[in-house]
């Protein structure tokens, strides 16, 4: 059963790894056979290391963004989660608004993430 804390437990799993961009720090945030879609039409990036090489791969410096969140619905292993991404500067210069649907393992890693975003 998926809980407000395991969300917001989930949540700061994935900034660590998106500040630091290590591979063990990916690694803690999926299960070894999660899979990972950049966008939702996409095919997903299955076990850790193909979700490692696409993270690796669209990585973002550490303090290059900013990051905001709310959980908008949590039912049964599912939460959907509403984020707000900016970047002040650089190639990914802008606003993003996020849908993140995921899944979470008893453990409190994501098994199946899909991120759809739009640039405002």
Request: proline share 6%.
């Amino acid at each position: 059963m998926t809980t407000p804390a395991a969300v917001s437990a989930w949540v700061d799993l994935y900034r660590a790894a998106w500040q630091s961009n290590l591979a063990d720090d990916i690694r803690a945030v999926f299960t070894e056979d999660a899979s990972y879609r950049g966008r939702p039409h996409e095919e997903p990036a299955v076990g850790h290391p193909a979700i490692v090489a696409l993270w690796l791969e669209n990585q973002d410096a550490p303090g290059t963004w900013t990051f905001e969140w709310h959980p908008v619905a949590l039912e049964g292993d599912v939460a959907v989660i509403q984020c707000v991404t900016t970047y002040p500067n650089g190639d990914k210069g802008g606003t993003y608004d996020n849908l993140w649907v995921l899944r979470l393992a008893d453990d409190g890693r994501a098994r199946e993430f899909t991120d759809w975003w739009i640039a405002r």
